[in-house]
C-alpha cells in the first residue's frame, strides 16, 4: 500500500501532485472511500456536524471534495457487525482511503476491531491520512496525545510505518504545538518521529520515505 500521512488534508499543490503521483492517475478517476471513525472518539470533533462536513465535502481540510469520481463511506464501527463479504471486496477495489482526524488509539482500535488493520498491506489503494489518521500507523503515538484509553492500556499504533507523527506544528489554533513541545514528545518515543506543520505531508512508498512540504517539518531521529 502507497501513503500520504498528511497533519490538515491535501492543502498544496506539492501535496496534490504527490497525490496524483501515488494515484497513478487524475483524481477525477479515481473512486474513493472515507473513513470517518477518529473522530466519534475526539471531544472536540464529532459525532456530530464535523463528521458529517467530512463526509459532505464541506470540511476546511480538502480531502473529499477534491473532484473524485466517486466517494463512499466506510464505517469501521460497524464492519463488525456484517460479513466480511459485504465490504471487503469495496476496500479490495477502492483507489483511495481517505481516513479524516480525531483521536488516533480510537481509530486503531477499530481498525483491528473491525480487521481493515490486517488487510491494509495487501491493497493496492492510497492511503491518506489526516492528522489521527496519519498517526495511528505508526508504531506509538506518544502519551501527549493519548485521550480515548483503548482497553490495554497502550499508545501503541498500528507500526505499518516505522515513524511516529506529530501534526499541527505551530498551527495557531493549537499554540501548545510549539517545536519545543514536538521535541519533549519525540524524547519520549522508542524510534524515529516527524512533526509537520498543516503544509507538510509524508510520502511512504515501498518503506521508502519522502517528505513533501511547502511549510515547516523536522524529523527527530532514533
Known amino acids: 500500500m502507497k501513503f500520504l500521512l498528511t ?3 491535501v492543502t498544496n499543490k506539492s501535496i496534490h501532485t504527490a497525490l496524483i503521483e501515488l494515484l497513478g492517475k487524475p ?10 471513525t477518529a473522530m466519534y472518539g475526539h471531544p472536540w470533533v464529532g459525532p456530530g456536524v464535523n463528521a458529517w462536513e467530512f463526509i ?28 466480511k463479504d459485504r465490504w471487503v471486496p469495496l476496500v479490495q477495489e477502492t483507489d483511495v482511503l481517505l ?6 488509539l480510537y481509530l486503531a482500535y477499530w481498525m483491528k476491531q473491525s480487521g481493515l488493520a490486517e488487510l491494509l498491506p495487501s491493497l493496492n489503494a492510497v492511503y491518506v491520512g489526516m492528522s489521527a489518521g496519519s498517526m495511528v500507523l505508526g508504531p506509538q503515538i506518544g502519551e501527549d496525545f493519548v485521550g480515548w484509553i483503548p482497553p490495554i ?13 506529530f501534526p499541527h506544528l505551530e498551527n495557531e489554533t493549537l499554540p501548545e504545538n510549539t517545536l519545543a513541545a514536538a521535541e519533549r514528545w519525540a524524547a519520549g518515543l522508542k524510534g ?9 505531508a509524508i510520502k511512504v512508498v515501498d518503506g521508502s520515505v519522502e517528505v513533501v512540504s511547502e511549510g515547516r517539518w523536522k524529523v527527530f531521529p532514533q
Request: overall charge negative; hydrophobic content about 45%.
Open 153 to 165: 492500556e497502550s499508545d501503541e499504533a498500528l507500526n505499518l510505518v516505522d515513524f511516529a507523527v
Open 7 to 9: 497533519s490538515a488534508g
Open 192 to 200: 524515529t518521529a516527524y512533526a509537520i506543520d498543516d503544509q507538510t
Open 99 to 104: 481516513v479524516a482526524g480525531g483521536d488516533a
Open 27 to 36: 483524481i477525477a478517476e479515481s473512486n474513493a472511500l472515507c473513513i470517518p
Open 56 to 83: 459532505s465535502g464541506k470540511s476546511e481540510n480538502p480531502m473529499v471534495d477534491l473532484g473524485w469520481r466517486s466517494v463512499g463511506v466506510l464505517e469501521l464501527t460497524a464492519l463488525p457487525s456484517i460479513g
